[in-house]
């Protein structure tokens, strides 16, 4: 975890996204070469390079990433196994070139990134999109539907698809997200696929990391507190769950941590 500590406790824009998510990835894989993936990364920016065109137009770019990507690499939403563990970790969704949004999306900032063409997550709520950085764009890019370009009524209709209601886009639902909250939706949808497979043991490790990001997070707090009870872990509980309803303590589960902390003392 050092390295992931040490990659993230830098200004935002410095930090390096495909190296701070490989090294978290390493507490599942402590084998895993990071190198390996970063030249992986390289490798597939260096081809799309050598297919871009002259004249350097924002949807020609994408068009090109998008051919190479997904026609040729078969870079895809893993639409079958969707809460699949794998496709949340860097290394896996390179290696099997399948994941989710924001995994996806990451593996698409990269790209771009290393061809001199920057590009921001855009974290709209149960969905995740990505676009270029610069001002009204206008365009948006779906990795997980193979580089599909969106516009704003896209985005909403997108919204409706997903929840399968009528979804009023906020403003803010399209405004960029900064590194540190891709690496913390990243591991947080890790933290609930293993909390509803009950992999208990693997949650602390993810929810750690989260505190590392975002540090004395009241909720993350509470469920490491609960994870430390539910593992016989009486004094690392009482600390998190005494800070948490310090810092929420008309918390609506306030009544229940409270009658837990009586419990464990």
Not at 3 to 16: G, L, R, V
Not at 135 to 143: P, T
Not at 237 to 253: G, K, R
Request: net charge negative; with cysteine.
């Amino acid at each position: 975890m050092n390295k992931f500590y040490q990659e993230i406790n830098q200004p935002d824009a410095q930090i390096n996204l495909a190296k701070a998510a490989l090294y978290f990835a390493q507490v599942e894989y402590p084998n895993l070469e990071v190198d390996q993936y970063l030249n992986a990364l390289d490798a597939i920016a260096n081809k799309v390079k050598e297919r871009l065109p002259n004249t350097f137009y924002p949807l020609k770019v994408i068009k090109t990433i998008n051919q190479y990507l997904f026609d040729d690499l078969g870079f895809q939403g893993n639409s079958n196994n969707y809460y699949d563990p794998r496709n949340s970790y860097l290394n896996e969704v390179i290696s099997r070139r399948t994941g989710i949004p924001i995994s996806l999306s990451v593996v698409y900032l990269e790209i771009a990134k290393r061809i001199n063409f920057p590009m921001v997550g855009i974290g709209m709520p149960g969905h995740f999109i990505i676009r270029p950085n610069f001002e009204d764009a206008g365009i948006f890019v779906d990795v997980f539907n193979r580089g599909e370009i969106l516009f704003e009524q896209d985005c909403e209709a997108r919204l409706r698809e997903i929840y399968s209601q009528p979804v009023k886009l906020e403003p803010h639902f399209l405004e960029p997200v900064s590194h540190r909250q891709i690496l913390g939706r990243m591991l947080t949808n890790l933290k609930y696929i293993y909390i509803n497979c009950q992999e208990y043991a693997k949650v602390l490790p993810i929810i750690e990391l989260i505190l590392r990001l975002f540090p004395n997070h009241p909720l993350e707090l509470r469920d490491r507190g609960l994870l430390y009870y539910q593992f016989g872990q009486w004094q690392q509980a009482i600390h998190d769950l005494e800070l948490y309803l310090a810092m929420l303590p008309t918390a609506q589960d306030a009544e229940a941590i409270g009658q837990l902390l009586a419990k464990i003392r």
